[in-house]
């Protein structure tokens, strides 16, 4: 069996030129211009960026509740099959650079009727009229030759979109977290809501009795009872509100484990919970590894590539073709040399009137490129206002709790003073019922700022990308993609 001399100084020549044309623009980073104050080194920041920052709340609860979400979230899972599914068309993409060669049988039965060509045909079929049997038993290649790189780009294109999908799978993987530990701490504040104003509510039971106590003494009017029994209602009014709060909050972080609706276990209360640690600043490129940036960058790599792909249609194509086999009219005769058959050949595409098709794909591709420079772009200007905001947002509430913590402790003294004064005489029992009201109301915002600023904290840390998610993944306790390894 040989190949013509033709054929192999194509095939030849097609492997030469094929490792040297490139169609299209290579990738080049687009600069974003750094504000001045992230471009530092700090050690300190880069170790806390890579820290499990949830243990530092020191609440075995949360973090078992996390690892449930970890492990069973429907968002995770649905952003893991979507890189599996990236996975196999990286691989299907891949495989279109490389011949490909099929197996062939077939059997045929026909009439030749009155054959005017004489003679036998290959692998002994009789040129007489009359029923043929046809057995052809072999192999078939197709080879598109990238002589332009088109294929190429669109594997460029392909692994790119599979690196985006990984990295909005990271991004999945750090909201869900931080959604399970904003929607713990907010259950812990309604808890605490829902305790103070049960504590409020018998302090107005104890108030009620002992104002109809002096109503009926005489001591005082049937008007500072209607106060306290206004009070009172009012207060108990927001006791189920509360307790539907704390069971829809329930229902949703019950949600974001990816299990029924239900009650949640609780571990340390809201004061228990311990601070997180929060750096004063980021370097940028620590910023720049948020895997929402890293997502934007590839899909521009993508979008890139593509103009290679729509440029690759204004040139030829060049398909390579072979078959080898055997062919026969009798079963007995395959496997023996006079069965054989081969053939090779190849085909050119090449385009001459498109009617702007091509033109209109390569307008296409570049404005999607544009497109794609400029969200970039902006996730960068993003992240670094989402950290400034999150970074505000710490230390407002910070301050605010801290003034809450005085107010609460004034409030109280408040309340003493003005019951003494009611006691001796010297006040009415409006002020009493206000001094009650505002030791109540700072209670219950002291606990929603301590919220709020735990909140704001697990937001900085979200707004700094989350570098544990590679040392989580290395230590198994993160579930990744079946297939891993990236292809190259």
Not at 399 to 418: C, G, H, I, T, W
Request: hydrophobic share 40%; with cysteine; net charge negative.
């Amino acid at each position: 069996m040989h190949m013509s001399k033709s054929v192999f100084v194509a095939v030849l020549a097609g492997l030469l030129i094929t490792g040297c044309a490139m169609v299209g623009p290579d990738y080049e980073q687009p600069k974003v211009a750094m504000p001045s104050k992230w471009r530092f080194s700090d050690s300190e920041a880069r170790e806390t960026v890579n820290t499990l920052w949830w243990k530092e709340f020191n609440d075995p609860m949360l973090d078992r509740l996390i690892e449930r979400a970890v492990r069973n979230n429907l968002d995770l899972q649905k952003a893991i099959a979507a890189v599996e599914k990236f996975m196999g068309a990286y691989g299907s993409t891949r495989a279109n650079l490389f011949p490909q060669i099929y197996g062939t049988a077939s059997y045929s039965r026909l009439n030749n009727g009155m054959n005017q060509l004489g003679g036998n045909l290959p692998g002994g079929l009789s040129s007489s009229s009359g029923d043929i049997n046809y057995a052809r038993l072999g192999a078939t290649m197709e080879w598109e030759i990238d002589l332009w790189g088109q294929l190429r780009r669109a594997r460029e294109a392909a692994r790119a979109d599979l690196l985006a999908q990984e990295a909005y799978r990271r991004t999945v993987l750090l909201t869900v977290v931080s959604q399970v530990a904003i929607t713990y701490v907010t259950l812990r504040e309604l808890d605490c809501d829902l305790e103070i104003t049960r504590n409020i509510m018998k302090t107005l039971e104890s108030e009620l009795r002992i104002a109809r106590s002096r109503f009926r003494e005489g001591y005082s009017s049937e008007l500072e009872v209607n106060q306290v029994e206004s009070e009172y209602i009012r207060r108990a009014a927001y006791i189920p509100q509360y307790e539907q709060s704390i069971a829809e909050t329930e229902h949703a972080l019950k949600i974001l484990l990816g299990e029924n609706p239900g009650p949640v276990p609780r571990g340390r209360t809201l004061d228990e919970l311990h601070p997180l640690t929060v750096p004063a600043g980021l370097p940028s490129d620590v910023l720049a590894r948020r895997p929402d940036i890293l997502q934007a960058e590839q899909e521009l790599v993508a979008s890139n590539a593509l103009i290679g792909v729509a440029r690759g249609e204004y040139f030829p194509k060049i398909l390579l073709t072979g078959d080898v086999g055997q062919t026969t009219s009798q079963l007995s005769m395959l496997f023996t040399p006079g069965a054989n058959f081969w053939s090779a050949g190849s085909s050119l595409l090449l385009p001459i009137l498109t009617a702007g098709k091509i033109a209109g794909h390569v307008q296409s591709a570049e404005a999607v490129q544009r497109s794609a420079v400029a969200n970039y772009q902006l996730s960068i200007l993003t992240a670094f206002k989402e950290f400034e905001d999150a970074l505000v947002g710490h230390t407002k509430t910070r301050e605010q709790r801290e003034l809450q913590s005085a107010r609460v402790k004034s409030a109280e003294k408040y309340f003493r003073l003005s019951k003494l004064q009611y006691d001796e005489g010297y006040t009415d029992y409006i002020t009493v019922l206000d001094s009650l009201r505002q030791s109540f109301d700072a209670q219950i915002e002291l606990a929603n700022v301590k919220s709020s600023n735990i909140a704001a904290a697990i937001k900085l840390y979200r707004a700094m990308g989350g570098g544990w998610v590679a040392q989580a993944e290395s230590n198994g306790h993160v579930p990744e993609p079946r297939e891993a390894a990236m292809f190259p």
